[in-house]
């Protein structure tokens, strides 16, 4: 329902605007997430996040060219080799648009479904082919752009989101946000040649050197400690850092960190090497700002060796330095003069153009949106905003990515107890799935994000304003489409079977499990209790969104959702009622998938 208002909204914003409007559809945020440059730099095209559209952008001027709809939610734009070729991942409705930049106008040619939820795209050198991450169902698919369509599917890691590749074709690097590993893959057969763990998550862009040697990405270390302030402050929580990973052989990787004492960084995400190799370029996008490392004298440590970054990194200017960019700048791509960066700044709805020697911005792109600022979208601000915990070591977001949840077990600190690990928990339409934290005794939603800002994150506690406009953006936070449900509504036999077993006396999911959201906001005693916890019982999670999640139940043991059926929360334990069949708990599994 809500897929078919935003696209009715859509369509009818792009037919009823004039021409002195266009190409602008200008009630729509962009949301810009991802950014390919032409390479001779005359123009630029944005992945568009909220708008579901592209944006082509003249550089020379800063012109608005043109712009097109390429589905729901895109993550990425890849250029081709040929230098006009685009890919783009629409990720909320599997596929990929292929469009080509010809006299100023971006023209579709194709749309490529791939299945689940399309991010990171990497073309061969030919630009013959392309590779495709789709974090959901953990795999890469290798599409034939001949013939525009999928012609190799393999497993990887969990969450696979970025990707990179080398030169001559011959190794895909692979960043596995799911279980913190970055994995090189053979292109001839996709084996796996070796992967390299990282205690951490949330990896982003990855970037490939010239020589072909090592990958580099910025990524979350976790710390697996209490968020206490004196443990925040050292790095024990959680830490942003620059990764190296050699690629042409196996061998220990390499780390920088990028946080300051007093003055952290949040967020990493996007990076980039300037073409000379003389600079490293992070955007820190919770503390909206770039970093720029000089990259011929820096040195690389081994994983755990340090939590700061190097004395002697920060004493010199030179060699370290930050540039304010306000908003949540995600992608960078630096220029040909070595000079001049360009970053896609996703809250503000714009293209901004560094000149990394002056350290300032110097032109500012703005690429359309509304004039007044919604409550929703001042929360959606708030909710990606690392000055809000102490020191700015991290977000909301840094743990409920994008919203939903991550790939660890954490201590929120907000059920009155310490060192009580937990699973996540999905924001998604927060106001409708009361009460709140795993143990159901909060009952106040203000209360609960006060307990957020002052606990989880040991910050200053936020005005009422602010926590009237986090809770209207997360009341209007939707998981994203299950991609076991066909884009007409349809799920397959198996799921219908395995439907009839949810709402079964043998499987006795619906009891607690229901309504809209599927929770009915009681708390239970289901036998998982622990004796460090301070309430009695858990809360009934909704189960939207199950197909995004990688750990189940409260303590995040269950790895997967037969596992959360066989060993921790078998129905024949639960109810009472006898046990499931093989395919009866297949079924009910492929069902659980589609919620």
Not at 131 to 139: C, D, F, G, I
Not at 476 to 497: E, F, H, M, N, T
Not at 549 to 573: I, M, S
């Amino acid at each position: 329902m809500i897929r078919a208002i935003f696209l009715s909204l859509l369509c009818f914003a792009l037919i009823t605007q004039t021409a002195s409007s266009a190409p602008f559809v200008a009630d729509l945020h962009r949301s810009p997430v991802d950014i390919a440059v032409a390479q001779d730099e005359s123009w630029l095209v944005s992945a568009n996040r909220t708008s579901g559209t592209v944006t082509l952008v003249s550089l020379p001027d800063g012109k608005i060219l043109d712009e097109t709809f390429v589905g729901l939610r895109p993550t990425f734009v890849a250029l081709a080799p040929d230098g006009h070729t685009l890919l783009v991942s629409a990720a909320d409705d599997r596929q990929l648009a292929r469009i080509s930049v010809k006299q100023g106008k971006l023209v579709p040619e194709a749309t490529i479904e791939v299945g689940f939820d399309p991010h990171g795209i990497v073309f061969n050198s030919q630009g013959t082919a392309a590779y495709v991450a789709l974090p959901t169902s953990h795999e890469v698919v290798k599409i034939d752009l001949q013939k525009n369509k999928v012609m190799h599917r393999f497993t990887v890691g969990k969450w696979p989101r970025y990707l990179a590749l080398t030169s001559d074709d011959s190794r895909l690097v692979v960043g596995q946000s799911g279980d913190g590993k970055v994995a090189v893959i053979d292109t001839t057969d996709h084996s796996t040649l070796f992967t390299v763990g990282f205690n951490g998550m949330n990896l982003g862009h990855m970037r490939i050197s010239d020589d072909d040697r090592y990958v580099y990405f910025p990524w979350l270390h976790y710390g697996d400690n209490v968020p206490s302030p004196g443990n925040i402050r050292r790095g024990w929580v959680l830490g942003n850092r620059l990764g190296r990973v050699r690629i042409d052989e196996d061998e220990p990787d390499g780390i920088i960190s990028l946080d300051t004492r007093g003055d952290a960084v949040a967020d990493a995400w996007g990076t980039d090497i300037t073409p000379s190799g003389s600079h490293y370029l992070v955007t820190a996008s919770g503390t909206h700002e770039l970093l720029v490392l000089r990259a011929p004298d820096l040195e690389f440590h081994t994983v755990g060796s340090t939590e700061h970054i190097d004395d002697e990194l920060l004493a010199d200017k030179d060699r370290f330095f930050r540039i304010p960019l306000g908003g949540r700048p995600l992608a960078v791509k630096a220029g040909r003069d070595n000079q001049t960066v360009y970053v896609a700044n996703d809250l503000l709805d714009s293209i901004q153009i560094v000149d990394i020697k002056s350290r300032r911005v110097v032109k500012e792109i703005h690429l359309g949106g509304p004039q007044d600022i919604s409550l929703a979208r001042k929360g959606e601000a708030i909710f990606y905003d690392g000055d809000r915990s102490f020191d700015r070591w991290y977000s909301c977001h840094s743990c409920h990515y994008e919203g939903g949840s991550n790939s660890q077990i954490i201590d929120t600190l907000t059920d009155g107890s310490s060192a009580t690990y937990k699973s996540i928990l999905p924001l998604w339409e927060l106001g409708s799935t009361s009460p709140w934290t795993w143990h159901g005794w909060q009952q106040d939603a203000r209360d609960a994000m006060q307990q957020s800002f002052t606990k989880t994150m040991q910050g200053k506690p936020a005005s009422e304003d602010d926590v009237t406009a986090i809770l209207a953006y997360f009341n209007q936070l939707q998981a994203p489409p299950s991609p076991y449900v066909g884009k007409d509504g349809s799920i397959s036999a198996a799921a219908k079977r395995g439907e009839t077993v949810f709402n079964g006396n043998v499987a006795g999911c619906a009891d607690c499990h229901s309504g809209p959201k599927f929770t009915d906001g009681e708390v239970y005693d289901v036998g998982l209790g622990s004796r460090r916890d301070r309430y009695e019982g858990y809360n009934t999670p909704s189960l939207i969104g199950l197909h995004a999640k990688l750990r189940f139940l409260h303590h995040g043991r269950a790895k997967t959702l037969k596992d959360t059926l066989t060993k921790y929360h078998a129905p024949e334990e639960v109810t009472g009622n006898g046990k499931l069949t093989d395919q009866q708990q297949s079924d009910l599994i492929e069902y659980l998938k589609t919620l």
